[in-house]
């Protein structure tokens, strides 16, 4: 796809030959007085000088009579090319004049309007060419103005939340730029609101937590040990959600990596995968430069995901090449849409293969959050005998 500029720079030009092309043709069709001169002043040349077929000394005398009274030099050329008479020394011919005899008229002066077909298409030409030139530059300077106005859209809508254009001059692309920076600071303003909000929010429902854990801890022997040990559930469950909310709200307000060290991913899958008793590790050594305490986060959300919701064993591979480091995750749990391969790392949401999964739904959220970060992407993968499997992939540095 051409550029902006060049698409208005060439269907300026395009308009221009078009205008050219059709002037030409009305010209060539309809002719015009000046069309004309050449063929008139032809005939009354003729008309002045002997035939054709008279002696050149009667030719001569006609010419000389012709031109008296000017300082113009003439010749008369036959049909055949030979010289029938001259007047004056033309050593330069300046305009010539076909005689309807066959016979023509070279002068030292311009004595006619010579071929207006030509000069017309001359002038039109010389006139794109200067229109093409003086339009060059405005319609490079309105369309960069264009074109940064598009890539502040787009990086806008990729994320970056401060992203301004600037207003240059006062017309509607000004205008434009103005409404586009206005749209822009409120959708910052009011994106900044809401992750504070929940920040605030999950930093406040710390302390009840922390109360009721103490309670719980502190009731008699004879409380109802069921009872107990469901709120202890509760309370585990309530505090993974706020954690994972703390988290997400941090990767989405920092854009820059807090801590970025070499990273062993074998070791750090290992020990991870320690932690399972139905997780089998498989791969070769890859090392990357991250954050080693999100990316244990990532492998343990995967891992309890895949023991939650899938069926043992669990199968980690991990390979490297130089493309970069993939992580792969497969459980023998039943397969899911297509549809909800994609919905599963929306956040908050539980159906999991066909049923609510309880928690909070946030953990693979978090695994393409945190894989996002570190360059890479995650998504799940149906695979040929019924299962399906996650893919993480990891820039390698």
């Given at each position: 796809?051409?550029?902006l500029?060049?698409?208005?720079?060439l269907a300026?030009?395009?308009?221009?030959?078009?205008?050219v092309?059709?002037?030409?043709?009305?010209?060539?069709?309809?002719?015009?007085?000046?069309g004309?001169t050449?063929?008139?002043?032809?005939?009354f040349?003729?008309?002045a000088?002997?035939a054709?077929e008279?002696?050149?000394a009667?030719?001569?005398?006609?010419l000389?009579?012709?031109m008296?009274g000017t300082?113009?030099s003439a010749a008369?050329?036959?049909?055949?090319?030979?010289?029938?008479a001259?007047?004056?020394?033309?050593?330069?011919?300046?305009?010539?004049?076909?005689?309807p005899?066959?016979?023509r008229?070279l002068s030292?002066?311009?004595?006619?309007?010579?071929?207006p077909?030509?000069m017309?298409l001359v002038?039109?030409?010389v006139?794109?060419?200067?229109?093409g030139?003086?339009?060059h530059p405005?319609v490079?300077?309105?369309?960069?103005?264009?074109?940064?106005l598009?890539?502040?859209v787009e990086s806008?809508?990729?994320?970056?939340l401060?992203?301004?254009?600037a207003?240059?001059g006062?017309?509607?692309v000004?205008?434009?730029?103005?409404?586009?920076n206005?749209?822009a600071?409120?959708?910052?303003?009011?994106?900044?609101?809401?992750?504070?909000?929940?920040a605030n929010?999950?930093?406040?429902?710390?302390?009840?937590?922390?109360?009721?854990?103490?309670?719980?801890?502190?009731m008699?022997?004879?409380?109802?040990?069921e009872r107990?040990?469901a709120?202890k559930?509760?309370?585990?469950?309530?505090?993974?959600?706020i954690d994972?909310?703390l988290?997400?709200?941090?990767?989405?307000a920092v854009?820059e990596?807090?801590v970025?060290?070499?990273?062993?991913l074998?070791a750090?899958?290992a020990?991870?995968?320690a932690?399972?008793?139905e997780?089998?590790?498989?791969?070769?050594?890859a090392?990357?430069?991250?954050?080693?305490?999100?990316l244990?986060?990532?492998?343990?959300n995967?891992?309890?995901?895949?023991?939650r919701?899938g069926?043992?064993?669990t199968r980690?591979?991990?390979a490297?090449?130089?493309?970069g480091i993939?992580?792969?995750?497969r459980d023998?749990?039943?397969d899911?849409t297509?549809?909800?391969c994609?919905?599963?790392?929306?956040p908050f949401y539980?159906?999991v293969?066909?049923?609510?999964a309880?928690?909070?739904?946030?953990?693979?959220?978090?695994v393409?959050?945190?894989?996002?970060r570190?360059?890479?992407?995650?998504?799940?993968?149906?695979?040929p005998?019924?299962?399906m499997c996650?893919?993480?992939?990891?820039?390698?540095?």
């Open positions: 796809m051409p550029r500029y060049l698409r208005f720079y300026l030009l395009g308009s221009l030959i078009v205008f092309l059709a002037a030409a043709v009305l010209w060539h069709h309809f002719g015009g007085l000046t004309r050449d063929e008139t002043l032809g005939r040349v003729q008309n000088l002997p054709a008279a002696p050149k009667d030719q001569q005398a006609a000389r009579t012709l008296s300082d113009v008369l050329i036959a049909v055949d090319h030979t010289r029938l001259t007047v004056g020394d033309i050593g330069r011919t300046a305009w010539a004049i076909d005689l005899d066959g016979r008229l030292s002066e311009p004595i006619g309007a010579g071929h077909h030509y017309l002038v039109l030409l006139l794109v060419l200067a229109v030139v003086a339009a405005i490079r300077r309105l369309a960069t103005r264009l074109e940064r598009q890539a502040g806008l809508g990729a994320g970056n401060s992203t301004r254009v207003v240059e006062h017309d509607e000004a205008r434009l730029a103005e409404s586009f206005r749209a600071a409120r959708i910052d303003e009011l994106v900044g609101a809401h992750k504070s909000l929940l929010a999950s930093h406040e429902l710390r302390t009840p937590l922390t109360r009721i854990r103490m309670t719980v801890e502190l008699k022997e004879s409380a109802d040990p107990k040990d709120l559930r509760d309370i585990a469950e309530l505090d993974q959600l994972e909310i988290l997400a709200s941090r990767l989405d854009s990596a807090e970025d060290e070499e990273v062993d074998l750090l899958a020990e991870e995968c932690r399972y008793s997780a089998e590790l498989d791969g070769a050594a090392t990357l430069r991250g954050d080693p305490r999100l244990r986060r990532l492998l343990r995967l891992l309890e995901n895949a023991r919701h069926k043992p064993p980690v591979v991990l490297q090449d130089e493309r993939n992580l792969v995750v023998e749990g039943p899911v297509a549809d909800q994609e919905s599963m790392f929306v539980r159906q293969r066909g049923v609510d309880g928690g909070a739904g946030l953990g693979l959220s978090l393409r959050q945190i894989a996002r570190h360059g890479g992407d995650a998504h799940c993968e149906r695979t005998d019924g299962h996650f893919i993480v992939t990891l820039a390698a540095h």
